[in-house]
């Protein structure tokens, strides 16, 4: 039960701040509103036994992310952003294609609460993942995942240079 | 009783909100926005099962999406400077250099 109000509760707010983050006029605004979105996801994540991803969440999205955003928000001039309208833009067109989109997920979901689950996918009653998340997640991650581990770090690498190059002034 | 499909649709309509800034906005600082709303989408929808199958990897890939979404966040808000300067704009309606 209060498993429910949290998560219900939860939604809502995520789902509002993410409403907030695409329709409000003032970009400062949304940026903010992205933070508040983050934050709630990270709670949810601890809804799910995921303490660990809910820290990279806050660090990572809240801490870093955001402030690169808040940081470009602040260095370019905003004065009327949205005046010029491209004649041939098809707004409508791509709501109208969202909402399949959405109308598609739905379906599917629907499909899952009717079709009983298979006998195999009960969930296991002891929570052995919630208490050693961390050791859980590092063992995953330098056993089987050590070379996805490596290739994200010179992801990353190639990013930091990139992101240097091209802010570089004369680019 | 929270089950995943409730997860799920939570994921999905958190995706299409995304998915309607993407397509409808023309800010390109919100465009970003959206983009990072639709991967955190994606990233509940990995927990949310890495929590049902008590099984680490799913929170693993969502590690990992988090790595390319900081990339994809430096690199992007780069270019966006690096067009700023040169056409003064953040307005995708108006950054048609390459349009045939």
Redesign the interface.
């Known amino acids: 039960m209060g498993e429910a109000i949290a998560f219900y509760t939860l939604s809502a707010l995520i789902l509002l701040f993410a409403i907030l983050v695409i329709s409000v006029r003032n970009t400062v605004h949304s940026v903010l509103f992205l933070v508040a979105n983050f934050l709630f996801v990270a709670a949810l994540y601890v809804l799910l036994g995921a303490q660990f991803l809910a820290m990279i969440q806050v660090l990572v999205y809240a801490g870093g992310i955001v402030v690169l955003y808040l940081f470009v928000v602040m260095l370019v001039k905003l004065k009327q952003p949205e005046t010029h309208r491209d004649p041939q833009r098809r707004s409508r067109l791509g709501l109208a294609l969202a909402l399949a989109v959405l109308a598609e997920f739905v379906v599917i979901a629907l499909y899952g609460f009717v079709t009983p689950a298979p006998a195999g996918a009960a969930r296991p009653t002891d929570a052995a993942l919630a208490v050693h998340n961390v050791q859980e997640i590092g063992w995953a991650l330098y056993t089987d995942f050590l070379v996805p581990f490596e290739v994200a770090s010179i992801l990353l690498l190639v990013a930091m240079i990139g992101a240097i190059v091209l802010a570089r002034r004369g680019m | ?2 089950t995943p ?6 994921s ?10 993407v ?5 390109i ?2 465009i ?3 983009i ?2 639709m991967l ?1 989408a994606v ?2 929808n990995l ?2 099962f ?3 199958l ?4 799913g ?2 890939f ?3 999406v ?10 992007g ?6 067009v ?2 040169n056409k ?4 995708i ?2 950054m ?1 250099l390459m349009r045939w």
């Open positions: 009783m929270i499909a409730h997860y799920m649709i939570l999905a309509a958190l995706f299409v909100i995304g998915m309607i800034g397509l409808v906005r023309r800010n600082i919100i970003f926005m959206s990072e709303l955190n990233n509940i927990v949310a890495s929590s049902q008590q099984n680490a990897v929170q693993v969502a590690i990992f988090i790595c390319v979404a900081a990339a994809e966040a430096a690199v808000l780069g270019i966006i400077l690096a700023y300067r003064e704009t953040v307005n309606d108006e048609n």
